[in-house]
C-alpha cells in the first residue's frame, strides 16, 4: 500500500512513494472488521516476554456484539465478549516490584472496570451506586405489596421525574417507555428486585503512585457520567480521590504522581476544559473553547485540544492560548507520537480526508496518507518494533506502519515563524508640500481642532443615548451585548384583553454554536397583570432559527390604565441579564366596554 498518491502542495511534506517515505508499510487489512476509537487502542507486554500486543476494545458492527481483542502482529490472539461498549483501555502496573514486571489490562465497560492478568479475569470494579429518589422506591415498595396499579405506578413515576432533583433509576425510566399492554408483565418480573441508581464511565487513563519511572505502579483514573472523576488504588481498587465537574468529562490528561504533585485536565461535553490539581475538589482553572472538543493530548506542558471547528488549538496548564492551526478537514481522531531515541513528542490528527497529520506545536513534521479515513491512533512498541503507527479506518480496516530508524522529522518552513511579507519593505512615498502645510496647520490650530472633535463626540454620544432610550421605551428588538451570547429578542402582543396573547421571538444569532440553559423571566405590577408563569426555561437554540415562546397576560383592572411588562434573559447560575426587552400593554378594550 503506498503512503500517499501526490505530494502536498502546500507544504510539501505528503509522501509520494514508498522510497522516500518516513514510514514502513508493514500490514493493510481493509476487512479486519475492527471499529474503535483511540481511546480504546492499547500497546502492552501482557505475558511479560518483551513481545508487545495491540489490545483493542471493539465497538463492533453498528455497536451491537462489543468484544475485547488481542492481536499479535496481525492476527487476533484472543477474543472475549463484553455486556457493554468499550468506553476505555488501558496497560498499567498494578504491584510493587517483584521478579516479574507483568503489567494488568484494564477495560472500562459501562459502570465497571474489568481487569485481567495474563488474558484471564482477575477483578471487577463496579461504580458506587447513587443515591435513590425515596419516593421513587416507595412507589416500588406498594407494587411489590400490590398496593398500586401499573397505570398509577406509569403517573406518579412521570410526575417524579418531570420534578425532582434526583433523577429516576434505568428500571424506572424503561418502565415509563413500555406500552400500556407491557407495563403489569414489566412489574411482576422487576416488582421483587432491588432498584439501583447506577452511573457509567465516559473515560479512563493511567496516573502514576509515588514514581515518574516508566515500570512504575499507576492508580486508574475514571470520569464518570455523574459528572465526577475517581482515582482508584491499584491493588485494593479502592477510591483514592474523588473530584467533582460541572460536567461531563469526556477526555482525560494527567501528568506527576498521585502522592506527590499531580496536574488532571478534563475535556467535558459542555465545551470546556478544566485543570484539577492534588488536593482541589473543584477545577482550578477553565478553559472556554468556542466549540465542543474532539481530542485531547499533552505534549510536555502544553495542551493540545482539537475542536469541531477543524482546527488545533495550544494551551498552558492556566489556561492560556498559545497559537491555532487551522486543519484542511474535520478532525476524527487524535494522540500522542512518542519517538524517545530522539526525544520527540508530537501530536498524531486523523481529519476526514483521509490524512493522518503529525504537529510539533505549530509544525507540520508529516502527512500520511491512508484509503480510507482513520477513527483511532496509537504509536508504541509493537511486538518487537519500538516506533509503530497502528490505525484502525472508518470501514472497520487495520493499517500499521513502522517508522523508519533512518528517519528524521523536519518541521515545514512555511509553518513556523513570520510570515515571508512581513520582511518586505513598505514603499512609503516622499513627504509631498501639501502634507507639509496640512501638519503647520495642525500645529497652529491643534487646540481648535481638540474642541471641535469633542463637541462632536459629545454629540454622538447623545445621540446614541437617546436612541438606546427610545429602543427600550418602543421594545424594538434588543440585541445582547456580549459576543459569546448573541441573542435576538421580539416581542409581539395580541388581543384586545382583558386577555392577551404575548409572543417572544427568540433568535440565536451565532452562526455555528447552539445556545443551551437560558431561562425567560417576567416582572410586572401583579396589581395589574397576572401570567400564568412568571418564570420558564428555554430550549436548545439551534443558530439562525427564531424560537416563539408564548405566554398569555391577563389585565386585572378595570379601570383603562396599562403598564410596562419587563422581560429578562438569564443564563442558569447567573443573576446578570443576558439581555432584556420592555413591553408597553396596550389598554384592555373589553374592561372598558364592561
Known amino acids: 500500500m503506498a503512503a500517499a498518491s501526490s505530494p502536498d502542495s502546500d507544504s510539501g511534506l505528503a509522501e509520494s512513494n514508498e522510497a522516500n517515505s518516513k514510514w514502513l508499510d508493514a500490514h493493510y487489512d481493509p476487512m479486519a472488521n475492527i471499529h474503535t476509537f483511540s481511546a480504546c487502542l492499547a500497546l502492552a507486554d501482557l505475558h511479560g516476554d518483551g513481545e508487545y500486543k495491540l489490545v483493542v476494545g471493539d465497538l463492533g458492527p453498528a455497536g451491537k456484539h462489543p468484544r475485547l481483542k488481542v492481536l499479535k502482529g496481525p492476527t487476533v490472539l484472543a477474543e472475549n465478549p463484553l455486556p457493554a461498549l468499550p468506553a476505555a483501555a488501558a496497560a498499567f502496573l498494578m504491584e510493587e516490584q517483584h521478579e516479574t514486571r507483568t503489567p494488568a489490562l484494564a477495560l472500562a465497560s459501562g459502570p465497571c472496570v474489568y481487569i485481567y492478568k495474563n488474558l484471564r479475569p482477575y477483578f471487577k470494579f463496579s461504580l458506587p451506586p447513587l443515591s435513590l429518589n425515596p419516593l421513587e422506591q416507595d412507589l416500588w415498595n406498594q407494587a411489590k405489596e400490590d398496593r398500586i396499579d401499573p397505570l398509577t405506578l406509569k403517573e406518579m413515576l412521570e410526575g417524579i421525574r418531570e420534578k425532582a432533583e434526583v433523577p429516576l433509576s434505568v428500571q424506572s425510566l424503561r418502565f415509563l417507555h413500555l406500552e400500556l399492554s407491557e407495563m403489569e408483565a414489566f412489574v411482576n418480573q422487576h416488582k421483587s428486585k432491588t432498584i439501583k441508581r447506577q452511573t457509567v464511565i465516559t473515560t479512563m487513563i493511567t496516573l502514576k503512585k509515588n514514581l515518574a519511572d516508566e515500570d512504575a505502579v499507576s492508580c486508574l483514573v475514571l470520569g464518570t457520567e455523574n459528572k465526577e472523576i475517581l482515582v482508584l488504588d491499584p491493588e485494593a481498587f479502592t477510591i483514592l480521590a474523588k473530584m467533582n465537574l460541572p460536567s461531563v468529562p469526556v477526555f482525560l490528561e494527567v501528568s506527576g504522581q498521585f502522592d506527590v504533585e499531580f496536574r488532571l485536565a ?329
Open 266 to 594: 478534563a475535556a467535558c461535553r459542555n465545551g470546556n476544559i478544566y485543570i484539577l490539581r492534588r488536593d482541589s475538589k473543584r477545577p482550578k482553572y477553565c478553559i472556554e473553547l468556542s466549540s465542543q472538543p474532539v481530542g485531547l493530548v499533552r505534549v510536555h506542558k502544553i495542551l493540545v485540544v482539537g475542536s469541531t471547528q477543524d482546527s488545533l488549538h495550544g494551551f498552558t496548564h492556566k489556561g492560556k492560548k498559545l497559537w491555532t492551526v487551522q486543519m484542511p478537514a474535520a478532525i476524527l481522531t487524535m494522540n500522542l507520537l512518542e519517538q524517545r531515541s530522539r526525544g520527540l513528542q508530537a501530536v498524531m490528527a486523523g481529519l476526514a480526508n483521509g490524512e493522518v497529520r503529525i504537529y510539533r506545536d505549530k509544525a507540520l513534521l508529516n502527512i500520511i496518507r491512508t484509503p480510507d479515513a482513520v477513527t483511532s491512533l496509537c504509536f508504541g512498541r509493537y511486538g518487537r518494533e519500538d516506533n509503530t503507527l497502528v490505525m484502525t479506518t472508518r470501514g472497520g480496516g487495520l493499517i500499521i506502519k513502522i517508522l523508519k530508524r533512518t528517519a528524521v522529522f523536519v518541521e515545514s518552513t512555511g509553518e513556523v515563524g513570520p510570515p515571508p511579507a512581513q520582511a518586505t519593505k513598505l514603499n512609503v512615498p516622499r513627504k509631498t508640500r501639501l502634507y507639509v502645510d496640512q501638519t503647520l496647520r495642525e500645529r497652529e490650530a491643534g487646540t481648535a481642532m481638540h474642541r471641535s472633535f469633542q463637541t462632536d463626540l459629545y454629540l454622538l454620544r447623545l445621540r446614541a443615548a437617546r436612541a438606546y432610550v427610545q429602543a427600550l421605551e418602543s421594545s424594538l428588538s434588543p440585541v445582547s451585548a456580549t459576543a459569546w451570547e448573541p441573542l435576538k429578542l421580539h416581542a409581539v402582543v395580541q388581543g384586545l384583553g382583558p386577555t392577551f396573547k404575548l409572543t417572544l421571538h427568540l433568535q440565536n444569532t451565532s452562526t455555528v454554536r447552539p445556545v443551551t440553559g437560558l431561562l425567560i423571566c417576567f416582572l410586572y405590577n401583579e396589581a395589574l397583570y397576572a401570567l400564568p408563569r412568571a418564570f420558564f426555561k428555554v430550549p436548545l437554540l439551534v443558530p439562525g432559527l427564531s424560537y416563539p415562546l408564548e405566554t398569555f397576560v391577563e389585565s386585572l383592572s378595570n379601570k383603562g390604565i396599562s403598564d410596562i411588562i419587563k422581560v429578562l434573559v438569564l443564563r442558569e447560575g447567573q443573576s446578570a441579564p443576558l439581555l432584556s426587552a420592555y413591553i408597553n400593554m396596550p389598554v384592555s378594550e373589553g374592561l372598558e366596554a364592561a
